[in-house]
């Protein structure tokens, strides 16, 4: 792949056009800084996955979880709810979280600071790739109250087969079914 008369990118079709695609797009960051606040009720102080504040996550096939804190700070009363959505790099959605459409339950927040704990846990089965997390913070079924402008790029080890051979998304799909 060519930028500007130069080599960009060599490789073979798939990657070259997940490249193209969405690697192209992607910049690595710090998740704070790729905040796009919707309305003006609230103001995010810290915002990690992992414990971690940068936009990209490697996990192994023993740690798929993803531990999503975020602490801000509330000017009025009101529901916030995590919501997210995992691409692959076509950007073809594969999963969503939101755990207060599952259960039927929004918790209100009070004016004031607001913590939020939440654990994602990502399949067991899942394949080897590329991933993109998009979040958002709603008032659920009324407005987007934030969202990040940069997905957070998750890569995982993949699904280990008793063979010893992990199981590639481009070769095997999202999960491998048993």
């Known amino acids: 792949m060519l930028n500007n008369g130069l080599i960009d990118y060599s490789g073979n079709i798939d990657n070259a056009v997940d490249y193209y695609l969405k690697d192209n797009e992607f910049k690595v960051g710090i998740i704070l800084d790729s905040i796009k606040y919707h309305t003006n009720i609230l103001e995010i102080k810290e915002f990690t996955i992992n414990q971690r504040n940068e936009n990209t996550h490697h996990l192994t096939s023993k740690n798929l979880d993803l531990e999503v804190n975020i602490v801000g700070k509330l000017n009025i009363a009101s529901r916030l709810e995590l919501e997210a959505q995992l691409y692959d790099t076509n950007n073809i959605l594969l999963a969503s979280y939101c755990q207060g459409h599952v259960k039927g339950q929004y918790k209100m927040n009070t004016p004031g600071t607001f913590y939020i704990k939440e654990n994602i846990l ?35 080890e993949g699904y280990l087969g008793e063979g010893g051979v992990n199981f590639h998304y481009k070769d095997r799909g999202f999960v491998v079914l048993r």
């Open 122 to 156: 990502l399949p067991e089965n899942i394949t080897k790739g590329e991933f993109y997390l998009d979040i958002q913070l709603t008032d659920p079924n009324v407005a987007y109250i934030l969202s990040l402008k940069n997905p957070v790029k998750i890569t995982t």
